[in-house]
């Protein structure tokens, strides 16, 4: 955000999660060994999570930012009332 690629989240009680969003920006993709004339231009920015590993399992917080990934990959899936390829079963992640 603000031209910002990147940063660090520093949560503060009572918060359990923040997200750090960095600004998105363009990058050369170099071509690969099978295609040598096919470098492209992507637009790529950073995400990282803090959390309370006492409230949140760090395999949640993963999981989170898999679901975040796909969904700014896929736009349309926002939209659907499908859930992404990597879903999960929300009891089941916090049953003790």
Do not use: W
């Not at 918060?15 to 992507?42: E, K, M, N």
């Not at 949640?60 to 926002?78: C, D, H, K, R, Y």
């Not at 939209?79 to 079963?89: F, N, T, V």
């Amino acid at each position: 955000m603000f031209g910002i690629s990147s940063f660090s989240a520093v949560i503060n009680p009572p918060q359990t999660c923040i997200l750090a969003v960095g600004a998105a920006r363009p990058v050369l993709l170099p071509a690969s060994d099978s295609r040598p004339d096919d470098a492209t231009i992507a637009t790529m920015m950073s995400m990282t999570t803090a959390c309370d590993s006492r409230i949140i399992d760090d395999k949640v917080a993963a999981v989170f930012l898999e679901t975040i990934q796909a969904a700014l990959e896929n736009p349309s899936l926002m939209l659907s009332h499908c859930p992404p390829a990597k879903s999960y079963d929300v009891e089941k992640l916090f049953a003790k």
